[in-house]
């Protein structure tokens, strides 16, 4: 599946690669980057190794331009600059692939497809989707992305994608113009905000299979260093997205049961807890019906809630935004591949 960016109407794919401490591998990731992309934007981070000064020495590809952050910004820092200047030069599909050969470049056509076919507005990486692919993947990067993945299911309602720290993505410019760009997380919660960021868009995201090479880098993340920030981060995400889609945008019933269910669920709680030390104190049993009375609004709550995120996890959007926000800013038609 091959799309020739000589044609008139072919889409303007490009591809941003965030560059830091990669010069040993960047070089064979832009050489394994196909002719179906128009651009790859390379963003030198303020690296130390000056892997911008290295591609600008050493790749010969006419598709690659060098973009540098004077301070070092995180990846999400690097992929957002490349993301404005992939805006401001008209491209239509932006795909982020690492510097660092985890990411095989030939998957790019199978990350767009989804998007030109007007499936989706975001697709990215899933590395569980084949069980024996995760053999190959460290224990504790399993454990932490698993842990991750809850967290910004949570935040972002996306119930049904996986492996959202995943850093192979594809976004349609039209809904890359709709994001916030500058309230965007800069460094590892990149991958996580921007979902949920999409989730206030009621974009749809696509999972695309992939497997990860492991091989001689070395990954600057340290997953239990991360646990704490992503935690705090997913959960004021979770909070915003609850209120900005069942109280401010739109009221239904799962915004009542929220709020009973909280309040059954507290009172329930307040209740049993007093009454028990109020025996334990008096050394008399609580009785059966104290017990039920307590046990009571506790049930209902928990029932709200579950029914609450039934809601949620059915509300989770199936109709891509990004034809719509194409014909408000006319950019060009775009053909499948």
Known sequence: MTVS????????????????????HVAAVIAGIGPEVSRIYCVDDACPEGSGAMIERTVADPRVTVLTN????????AVITGYRQALADGCDVIVKVDGDGQMDPRLITQFVAPILAGQADYTKGNRFYNIEDLQDMPRLRLFGNAALSFLTKLSSGYWDIFDPTNGYTAIHAAVLGELPLDKIARRYFFESDILFRLATLRAVVVDIPM????????????????????LSRNLVNFAKRLGYNYYL???NLASVELVLGVALLV?????????WIEGVTAGVPVSAGTVMVAALPIILGLQ??????????AAVPRRPIHLRLRRRVSLPPLPGI
């Open 267 to 275: 009172m329930g709680t307040a209740f049993g807890s007093a009454r």
């Open 211 to 230: 497997r990860a090479v492991y091989g001689d880098e070395r990954s600057n993340m340290v997953i239990h260093q991360l646990v704490g920030p992503f």
């Open 70 to 77: 004077a301070v070092n910004s995180g990846v999400g820092g």
């Open 5 to 24: 960016v000589d044609t008139p109407t072919a889409p303007r794919i490009v591809v941003v690669i965030p560059c830091y401490k990669v010069t040993r």
């Open 249 to 251: 945008r739109d009221f």
């Open 304 to 313: 709200m809630l579950l029914a609450a995120f039934g809601h949620d996890i």
